[in-house]
């Protein structure tokens, strides 16, 4: 099944398919028209797009998940954006995989097939490097983590090496990004509270030529109290 609100993708995504006898059993162009068509056709695999109206792909897929059917289809989620927390976000909703809009024929066909047989084009992290991930964006350098984690530091930066590149990131200061976005960690978290006066914290990025996060929080605002924003990257 594809699920795209662009008909010209799902035209084009469903001729690339059939052609190599793979069939297309519905489409839909939003995620209420996906729940429907997975709960009247029950798919071996979805092709979801994250972005459409009325419902997107990962709230659409998180249902489908959810709803405790036996055998529930695969999902692959589709974005023209190569973010990574996109690809955080893919994986957190329970989907399969992660695949650009831009993909080639030949690459769709290969991972429609590798998703049916079980496998997953994108590595999901380990819990332990969700761990790292969630104190790297607390602001713990990698002597912190390994004094945390009871690690030796040659073992903590395979361990966010590993982060990077699962989640198709660039360097730690995404990390911290898609921490925040995604969720993982909640605003506020692990910054001091402050009373009288604007808190400003930098995020270490462990010596990275890439500069530093800083991330401030609004004191003086009972409304905004705990609220963290992302102001720049700095360095």
Not at 182 to 193: D, E, F, Q, Y
């Amino acid at each position: 099944m594809i699920a795209d609100d662009q008909a010209l993708v799902r035209a084009g995504f469903g001729m690339i398919l059939a052609a190599d006898g793979i069939e297309v059993v519905a489409e839909a162009a939003n995620g209420e028209q996906a729940l429907a068509a997975v709960r009247r056709t029950r798919p071996d695999l979805v092709l979801m797009d994250i972005r459409m109206p009325d419902m997107d792909g990962l709230e659409a897929t998180r249902r489908i998940l959810a709803a405790n059917t036996p055998a529930p289809p695969r999902i692959i989620m589709l974005t023209t954006f190569d973010l990574g927390r996109y690809v955080y976000a893919t994986l957190s909703a329970g989907a399969s995989g992660f695949l650009l809009k831009d993909v080639t024929p030949e690459h769709l066909v290969a991972a429609v097939r590798l998703i049916r047989s079980g496998d997953a084009p994108v590595p999901h992290p380990h819990p332990r490097e969700l761990e790292v991930l969630h104190s790297l964006a607390k602001g713990l350098n990698n002597a912190e983590l390994a004094t945390q984690f009871q690690l030796s530091e040659a073992t903590v930066k395979t361990h966010v090496a590993r982060i990077l590149s699962k989640l198709r990131l660039r360097d730690r200061a995404q990390a911290v990004v898609v921490a925040y976005e995604s969720g993982l960690i909640t605003p506020g978290a692990g910054i001091p509270p402050a009373e009288d006066e604007l808190t400003l914290r930098t995020i270490n990025l462990n010596d990275e030529p890439q500069g530093q996060i800083q991330l401030a929080r609004p004191a003086r605002k009972p409304a905004l109290h705990g609220a963290i924003r992302i102001l720049r990257t700095v360095g």
